[in-house]
């Protein structure tokens, strides 16, 4: 079995260690518009801090590959959820000091890592052989390129995980920090301990809901025992002003005869943009994102620009055009260049009073002044940089750390220094440049260099597909026709003439006044329809036309208005259990009038044609009765008396007529061992993990851009 099956196997692992592989992740179309844009990266924010794209599709990659046959929704909505978990627990741990260590980084790896499960690392005694486990990741890392797909996703998975670990830790500590002096009680550890211990045994008829119901015809619930009840409880429920709001929707879509004239526009521009040398000017004019000007790798590419660049079109090669959901795409391979993915550098930096971060009083002229000397000095006679960091450079804390070295810097993460191209490969290793940047003048060494790779620019022509004007005098005429028709029809031939014209409906949507979102139609006049329908003027049957910002028309029927009450439709389903369990009582009584002698489990078994079930063991801590979850009627077995029938016990899942046969009592003097407790303690730190991540996300203040993708 190969290693990344092993780790499937141990899918409870993935609930508790969320790593990833990086494979190919295929982008929603409309993340496309904004991927030349000045931040395409970031698709939302908790308490200010970014949730980046990579590190949201990274998580969606790793729990898609464990969670086959789920819908990629429900996949990307709790990576969703994930992230901003991890990221408002992890602020909170920050703000108070905490960090992690190297040593508690390995020891992590050692004991809470999905690697300690994998018997290719375990020593003779199950335990993870760390020097093993060492050299493996040590092998895996130290290739920049691995060609064997399993290597590499094997190294994915550890390069998340190696990123990921140090989070946990400083979770861990802040929860622990929390939880400090919050163990289970003595008490608590009895009693569970009680309920595993603590047994009884019994004779038992069941008879199911469903048997009953198919024999008896019992289910069946008129509207006048639902009204009787309402009525009888009508107290109970939370009063409350609310309400029920129904729609149509005209959505603002293109034609097919807009289609057929975009297509005919966007074969223009191909043809234009081909032919032409002014990119900047045409890509400027035409598109609905400005020209982008930067180089990019290919792994930073969309995945239709990765496939293109594969086959290594020349300068000037054309892609597309292509149509996803309404957005035409068009893209010029404008320029191609050879540069270094990472790059060791140094600097000397020369500050002035206008510089960020400075404290030195000379003017910005004094400075470029010394800085072009410097420069020139050290064009002349490179060996002199080194010396001239430790006397002229104003980076104090670069020089003193590190000797003036800003570090390998990763083309994906630079900072460019200006007028100074450190990535180019035409700059060679040991080059000097000059430029300046919002700290001062520089003067920049080339230290050293790594994985030369090409960088693409691309002009990228992208243009949404909208309904022309004539489209939209379509639709608003078809809009006022509805209304005029449906001036004075009731709900239901409102929605039924709707469906019938194939619009679309959405038919009695609760609201209250204090709400901001209709969950159903959820646009920017969310508000503006509910304040419109609690309206003291408003009545039963009013109906408007509200427009969103994007033209599609919205008509709003006031369905029902429910003061200081609840509507008996809303609440119908949630009575039904309630009046089920009332019938059946009654239907109990019924039947068990004509069993005059002694009631015995022979008697009742022989009545509803049932076989007696013998000596079936009980307990609280699962409170299961063979195959049924039943608490309540295991509650009710305990308060029993020994060798006597019960009267009917109303369960989950049908009817129990009970004898208690047995009763083992709980040993006064148990010896609790080490595993109990950690259980307990376990699950206090999942339920107060749960709670404390709910407050967390409650109190944050959340922003999410996917939508705007």
Known sequence: MSFLEKIRKKTWLILLFTGISLISFILDPNILLNFFSKNPNVIGKVNGENIYLKEYVDCFQFLKRFRQGETDLNIKNEAWKLLIHEKSLNQQAIKLGIESTDQEFWKAVEKQSIYNQLIDFQDDKGNIDMNKFKLYVENIEKNSKISNPQLEDEKNIWLYEKKSIPKRIIAKKYVEMLMYGLNPTDVEVELNHRNKKTFSVIDYVFLPYSEIDRKYNIYPIKKSEVS????????????????????????????????????????????????????????????????????????????????????????????????????????????????????????????????????????????????????????NNPYKFNSLIFKKSDDFI??????????????????????????????????????????????????????????YQFGLIIKNLTPSKETGNLIHKNVMHFMKENKYSNLNLFINNARKKKYETIFLEEVKKNQWNIHSIDTELDKEIINWSFNRKRKKGDKRIFITQNKDYIIAYLSDIIKKGISIKKMESHFFPFIFDEKMKKFMFEMMKPMNKEINLENIASHFLKKVRKSCKVNFYDSMIDHYKEPKVVGSIFSSSLNKTSKPLFGENGIFFVKLIKYNDFDKKPSYSYSEIEFLNNELIKYFLEKLGDILVEKSKIKDFRKNM
């Open 228 to 379: 009787d009840f309402f009525k009888n409880q009508k107290q109970v429920y939370r009063k409350e002003d609310l309400r029920y709001l129904s729609f149509v929707i005209f959505k603002s879509v293109p034609s097919f005869n807009d289609k057929k004239n975009m297509e005919y526009n966007i074969k223009k521009l191909f043809d234009k943009l081909k032919s032409s040398n002014k990119n900047y000017d045409i890509v400027s004019n035409e598109s609905e994102k400005p020209f982008d000007s930067n180089f990019y790798i290919k792994k930073h590419l969309p995945i239709f620009l990765q496939s293109f660049v594969e086959k290594k079109p020349k300068v000037g090669a054309m892609f597309g055009p292509v149509n996803e959901d309404n957005i035409y795409i068009i893209a010029k391979l404008t320029g191609k260049k050879m540069i270094y993915d990472s790059v060791l550098s140094s600097h000397i930096l020369i500050s002035h009073k206008n510089a960020i971060r400075s404290s030195n009083k000379r003017t910005k002229k004094e400075a470029e002044k010394i800085a072009k000397s410097l420069y020139n000095e050290i064009k």
């Open 398 to 455: 670069n020089v003193k750390k590190n000797k003036g070295s800003l570090g390998w810097m990763k083309y994906e993460n630079q900072n460019p220094i200006q007028t100074f191209d450190i990535f180019s490969s035409k700059n060679k290793k040991g080059t000097i440049g000059f430029t300046e940047t919002k700290f001062g003048f520089h003067i920049i060494r080339i230290d050293d260099q790594k994985n030369p790779e090409f960088a």
